[in-house]
């Protein structure tokens, strides 16, 4: 009974005429208003920064270096010690004054680096940025259009007062 049922519905369904009718007409709309629309979007960028800071620093950054004038002073101290000295003793007096005279010259150094003065000190270092990005993605547009306002997306920009064109699509069926 049921086969015959499914039989006898499959065959009013192929015999039945469906009748329908569409109808396109091409219409003018007059832009009204038009709204831009936006997408946003976060990116991290990097980029050099420069960053200062006030520290103290030594007056004088060469106090432990052996220059010119540890030299000096050891010459110096070479020939007050060769001078004093006698003898057999001499070059012993002369070695030990040019190492007191070097080693005089050195404390003098030392002392001079007790001193700081407050100093900007800059250096470059990346930081990274969070930037939002803006960017459109289209325009809502407002058409009056048959005495009907409605709205549509379009990824044109039009203005105000502008006129369009648009397919009108009309169909028609029977139930």
Request: aromatic fraction near 8%; hydrophobic fraction near 35%; include cysteine.
């Amino acid at each position: 009974m049921f086969k015959n049922f499914l039989l006898f519905g499959s065959l009013m369904l192929l015999t039945c005429n469906a009748y329908s009718k569409t109808s396109f007409y091409q219409v003018t709309g007059s832009i009204s208003s038009v709204e831009v629309l936006k997408t946003y979007s976060t990116q991290k960028v990097p980029r050099n920064e420069k960053r200062c800071s006030i520290q103290r620093v030594p007056v004088n950054q060469e106090a432990n270096k052996f220059g010119a004038d540890n030299f000096i002073g050891a010459l110096i101290g070479g020939a007050i010690g060769n001078r004093l000295g006698e003898g057999g003793g001499k070059s012993g007096a002369t070695a030990l004054g040019a190492l007191i005279g070097s080693e005089v010259v050195r404390n003098e150094k030392a002392e001079a680096n007790q001193n700081f003065v407050e100093k900007e000190v800059c250096r470059v270092q990346k930081v990274i940025h969070t930037e939002t990005v803006e960017q459109i993605s289209g325009y809502k547009l407002i058409i009056d259009v048959d005495g009907e306002t409605i709205s549509m997306n379009s990824n044109k920009s039009y203005n105000p007062g502008d006129l369009i064109t648009l397919t009108k699509k009309i169909s028609y069926s029977l139930n």
